[in-house]
């Protein structure tokens, strides 16, 4: 199985910040990963996929790079309805989910 | 739009078997691009995807294999949806249980999720 590591586990921010989310893999994925965001009682929400392609409707303030086994998710000017849980999920084989960010306020 | 419609046995004591159903409305269960998932999440387990189905040319499975031998996800296309059945449930089973559909690089829908609690 392929296991996925983000961090930190939780952020501390304030709006208007940037911020970055890691997400590594336990072997390359090339760039099959995706994004989401959860807010606590709802569904993960879809953000981005093939790590860098945002899903329709989605706040250009997010962006997503990387490839191989590393990734990032950024937040530019951070705003209130931002502070959420957010997971990545790689879809090279099978799926598996990271553990959690959580961005929370400073 | 489309929306997944979860429904199910939310409380079961260990032994017993969980049954949940997913109703799809503005797709199909037997699209040809479509996968229908099941995912739980749990405090100690994070999100953890259980399994999928989906057509291509014919019903296809795929099963995590921490589940497999318990586990079991049907279509039903006379009623546009589909199911899971886990056997043998335990207390490390009771979990919020999600529904989603995926097109191979992200689950863009989801059910609102059901929570299941085992407990003797």
């Known amino acids: 199985d392929i296991q996925m590591t983000q961090s930190p586990s939780t952020l501390s921010a304030s709006v208007g910040d940037r911020v970055t989310i890691t997400c590594r893999a336990s072997?390359?994925?090339?760039?099959?990963l995706a994004w989401y965001q959860q807010k606590p009682g709802k569904a993960p929400k879809f953000l981005i996929y093939?790590?860098?392609i945002l899903q329709s409707g989605v706040p250009s303030r997010f962006s997503g790079s990387g490839s191989g086994t590393e990734f990032t998710l950024t937040i530019s000017n951070l705003q209130p309805d931002d502070f959420a849980t957010y997971y990545c999920?790689?879809?090279?084989?099978?799926?598996?989910f990271g553990q959690g960010t959580k961005v929370e306020i400073k | 739009q489309v929306q997944l419609q979860q429904s199910g046995s939310g409380l079961l004591k260990p032994s017993q078997a969980l049954s949940l159903t997913c109703a799809i409305s503005?797709?199909?269960?037997?699209?040809?691009?479509?996968?229908w998932n099941w995912i739980r999440q749990s405090p100690s387990r994070g999100l953890e995807w259980l399994g999928r189905?989906?057509?291509?040319?014919?019903?296809?499975?795929?099963?995590a294999v921490s589940m497999k031998g318990r586990i079991t996800i049907k279509p039903d296309t006379s009623k546009n949806q589909f199911s899971l059945q886990l056997t043998s449930v335990t207390l490390d089973d009771t979990a919020v249980y999600y529904c989603?559909?995926?097109f191979g690089w992200g689950m863009d829908v989801w059910g609102k999720g059901t929570p299941v609690i085992v407990s003797s």
């Open positions: 189905t989906y057509f291509r040319s014919k019903w296809q499975n795929d099963y």
């Open positions: 093939r790590a860098s």
């Open positions: 999920q790689q879809f090279y084989s099978y799926y598996t």
């Open positions: 503005g797709d199909s269960v037997s699209s040809n691009s479509a996968a």
């Open positions: 072997q390359s994925i090339n760039n099959w």
């Open positions: 989603s559909r995926d």
